[in-house]
């Protein structure tokens, strides 16, 4: 078994200005997700949803900057974590994985053993 | 051949062409470890140099040298230690090797063939398409880094980054070493026949250079394709792939004249097509015509099977190249299909009718570059005598053209049009 780091990259603008309605689509729709993952050979071990990087600080350095790291158009707003034997496995589960305005990174945790 | 050596060797290289990715896919299953295998196979092979000539070439040298490699790379794994190894092990189906594997039954009894483990996890989607290609030429076909790096104008230390890279890949994000289940099959072996026709076209009219056709290339790509069609027998776009390559491929040997000049099909002596090759695409077009909805190389089969079967350029059926084209670009709408769609519509109905249809793709930004479509333009303008027109086009195709045998085509052409 591996780990797989889900990496939700979208545009956070639609969130901003999204509304009520949307807020209770997408929530809705992440727990789909998560009840479907295991029909998938998949376990999930974790995950969160960010607050928007208007709210992010940078350090680097020990120098302390406001904002993201890198400004790009679609910011990483959440991330799961995912048990899968293999890569197929952990991108059928990415393929499920709601980012209606964006899209997903898949990235294979190190592992030490 | 008297030279019992020179036969040995000779023996060699034909097993290395033929059963090199068998035995490597088979030795994979052992290892776990594509470096590894890599290394025992070649061992194998070098090993077959010197047995062989002690006892002759065996029976089967498929045979002999999957036992050997994988015996080699029981070995191996006996003697290494998990500290020795760079990359984790390859996740393949759960397989203990044994004693059992070992056993090759000398009246002929199967070794499991893996090669198409090896062909769809090559061609992995989530590796990019020059890596699949590398992969596949360095692990299906055999080649060096060198070679692969020579067949696509890279630098050695390119190619051999490239190929790293993807090996590191496949291992440390667990790309299976698995024949997918059924229903992602058909994903999975399309990738794959993207890539195999991907090395045809790329052989069969090189992009830049001085030489209008990279044999080897086109040679690989079409053991390929049979490879391919030995392990899917029932896979219908796997024949029209298989027949798409042997139709293209019939003319080869006329496409370019004593002089190396480039021959049009309208030029081309077709008493000279590869008539065995002729046959073996069309029968293969047929069956691969019965799929529903029929996949787009057995649409372009059957065009090319079109032109094969025309005894003479005048008696080509335009009206049903035009169908097909039609159809496919119905199916997979791209615009270099529309681009050929109206080329034929110039044959059919008349360059007039052919130079409307062209000029409708002028706005076509993926065709902004693309150096056949002014050389098409050219043609029709020449055909209906607008020479200045005409003049244009080739000068503007001959910027976009980066093929000797296909700019001195084009040259040859503007200067028959004498003018400015």
Redesign the interface.
């Known amino acids: 078994m591996?780990q797989y780091l889900i990496l939700i990259h979208e545009d956070e603008t639609a969130y901003a200005t999204g509304g009520e309605e949307l807020y209770r689509e997408v929530m809705a729709a992440h727990d789909e997700f998560a009840a479907a993952v295991p029909q998938h050979g998949g376990k999930l071990l974790g995950g969160a949803a960010l607050q928007p990087t208007t709210t992010a600080t940078s350090v680097r350095g020990g120098e302390v900057t406001d904002g993201p790291f890198a400004e790009t158009k679609e910011a990483l707003g959440g991330y799961y974590l995912v048990e899968a034997?293999?890569?197929?496995t952990?991108?059928a589960v990415a393929k499920l994985c709601p980012a209606r305005f964006g899209g997903v990174e898949?990235r294979?945790v190190m592992?030490f053993d | 051949m008297t030279d019992p050596g020179a036969a040995v060797e000779a023996a060699v290289a034909d097993a290395h062409r033929r059963e090199w990715a068998l035995v490597l896919a088979a030795t994979v299953r052992v290892t776990r470890d594509l470096d590894a295998a890599e290394e025992c196979a070649q061992d194998a092979f070098a090993a077959a140099l010197t047995d062989w000539r002690a006892h002759g070439v065996p029976a089967r040298p498929g045979a002999w040298l999957t036992t050997t490699a994988r015996r080699r790379a029981l070995n191996v794994l006996r003697h290494r230690g998990v500290e020795q190894r760079s990359l984790?092990l390859l996740?393949a189906d759960e397989e203990t090797p044994g004693p059992d594997d070992l056993v090759v039954d000398p009246a002929g009894a199967e070794l499991p063939d893996d090669r198409l483990r090896l062909v769809v996890t090559c061609c992995?989607p989530?590796l990019d398409r020059p890596a699949q290609v590398a992969l596949t030429l360095r692990l299906l076909c055999g080649l060096s880094t060198a070679q692969v790096a020579r067949s696509f104008l890279v630098s050695e230390p390119t190619m051999a980054a490239r190929i790293t890279r993807a090996k590191k890949k496949i291992a440390?994000?667990?790309?299976?070493y698995?024949v997918?289940p059924a229903a992602?099959l058909p994903e999975r072996v399309d990738a794959v026949l993207v890539v195999v026709h991907l090395l045809f076209t790329t052989g069969h009219t090189v992009p830049a250079g001085e030489e209008l056709v990279r044999r080897d290339l086109v040679e690989r790509s079409v053991e390929l394709a049979r490879m391919l069609r030995r392990l899917l027998p029932a896979d219908p776009a796997v024949a029209g792939l298989l027949a798409l390559l042997l139709l293209t491929d019939a003319r080869r040997e006329t496409r370019t004249g004593p002089d190396g000049r480039l021959l049009l099909l309208e030029e081309q002596d077709r008493s000279r097509w590869d008539r065995a090759a002729v046959e073996e695409g069309t029968a293969l077009v047929r069956e691969a015509l019965r799929a529903r909805p029929p996949s787009r190389y057995a649409l372009q089969a059957a065009i090319a099977a079109v032109h094969a079967g025309s005894p003479r350029w005048e008696d080509t059926d335009w009206d049903e190249i035009v169908a097909l084209y039609e159809v496919l670009a119905q199916l997979w709408p791209s615009p270099v299909v529309a681009l050929n769609r109206a080329v034929a519509v110039g044959f059919a109905s008349g360059p007039a009718a052919g130079l409307a249809e062209l000029d409708a793709l002028g706005a076509e930004p993926q065709l902004a570059g693309y150096g056949y479509l002014p050389a098409a333009r050219a043609d029709f303008l020449r055909r209906l005598g607008r020479a200045p027109g005409a003049r244009e086009a080739y000068t503007e195709a001959l910027l976009l053209t980066e093929n000797a045998v296909e700019r001195d085509f084009l040259t040859g052409r503007l200067r028959a049009l004498g003018g400015s």
Do not use: K, M, Q, Y
């Not at chain 1, 034997?85 to 197929?88: G, H, K, S, V």
């Not at chain 2, 440390?172 to 299976?176: E, N, S, V």
């Open positions: 591996a034997p293999d890569l197929d952990a991108l898949v294979p592992s | 984790p996740v992995h989530a440390l994000a667990r790309i299976p698995r997918p992602e």
